[in-house]
């Protein structure tokens, strides 16, 4: 393989890397409320004494430069979404990954194949009353 075909997998790599983000989506159940700052959300494992559904959260990333820095970003995308529906908390639920290919080489004469796996989680949007 030449020089100028190695420059441009590394090239595509950190462009692949460059727009490696999280995502999340949200559905609403209840009430929604006023937005909150994400830093304000609690995650929980266990349901708390009380509180009141507001929707259902999901978040997956590929930012991470770790397994753990993927999870770190789907959490804080989780709260994020949990955020902009007023929840001051996130009753978790499913963990787990998902596996994507991202196919490059366009142009250089070689084709490759990067395979992409995103670390996912979701919960209940809740807001938890004292």
Excluded: H
Aim: hydrophobic share 40%; net charge neutral; proline share 3%.
């Amino acid at each position: 393989m030449g020089f100028s075909n190695i420059k441009t997998i590394v090239v595509s790599l950190l462009a692949i890397s460059l727009v490696a983000c999280a995502s999340g989506s949200a559905i609403v159940t209840g009430t929604k409320r006023t937005p909150v700052e994400p830093n304000q959300v609690k995650l929980y494992l266990e349901t708390p004494a009380k509180f009141e559904v507001i929707g259902i959260v999901n978040a997956s990333s590929d930012a991470g430069w770790t397994e753990q820095g993927s999870v770190d970003y789907a959490v804080q995308e989780l709260k994020n979404q949990a955020a902009k529906l007023g929840a001051n908390g996130v009753l978790l639920g499913a963990t787990g990954e998902s596996t994507s290919t991202v196919v490059g080489g366009y142009g250089t004469g070689y084709m490759y194949a990067i395979p992409v796996t995103a670390k996912t989680v979701a919960g209940k949007a809740i807001y938890v009353s004292e």
